[in-house]
Nanobody, 127 residues
Framework: QVQLVESGGGLVQAGGSLRLSCAAS????????MGWFRQAPGKEREFVSA????????NYASSVKDRFTISRDNAKNAMYLQMNSLKPEDTAVYYC????????????????????WGQGTQVTVSS
């Protein structure tokens, strides 16, 4: 079965950086688009970033654009999210997800477009 495991979260001061990783198994990783979402307490899950199966296309929420960078290494079945210039409002549980459509070399910001989700990793940014 498909498994996704996030890591790299933690506590950081505002202005700092973190790099999240998502390790995937149970699928032909390089054929699926991937995404990062986050959920803060009392708020709905929101889109952060997505990357196409090939890695050629990326998409970002306006709130993180120019601060976060998504990437993937299909040889290692892994996806990453480099987060720079972190703000207290970035505090949330971050989830990685696998798109439903294998062979689709595009991206989606919609949660229903994703079939599998990791357990999440907590990111806390102090002011």
């Amino acid at each position: 079965q498909v498994q996704l495991v996030e890591s790299g979260g933690g506590l950081v001061q505002a202005g700092g950086s973190l790099r999240l990783s998502c390790a995937a198994s149970g699928l032909i990783f390089g054929t699926y688009p991937m995404g990062w979402f986050r959920q803060a307490p009392g708020k709905e899950r929101e889109f952060v970033s997505a990357i196409s199966a090939s890695g050629r296309t990326t998409n970002y929420a306006s709130s993180v654009k120019d601060r976060f960078t998504i990437s993937r290494d299909n040889a290692k079945n892994a996806m990453y999210l480099q987060m720079n210039s972190l703000k207290p409002e970035d505090t949330a549980v971050y989830y990685c997800a696998v798109g439903r459509s294998g062979g689709f070399d595009g991206t989606s910001s919609s949660p229903p477009a994703y079939a599998y989700w990791g357990q999440g990793t907590q990111v806390t940014v102090s002011s």
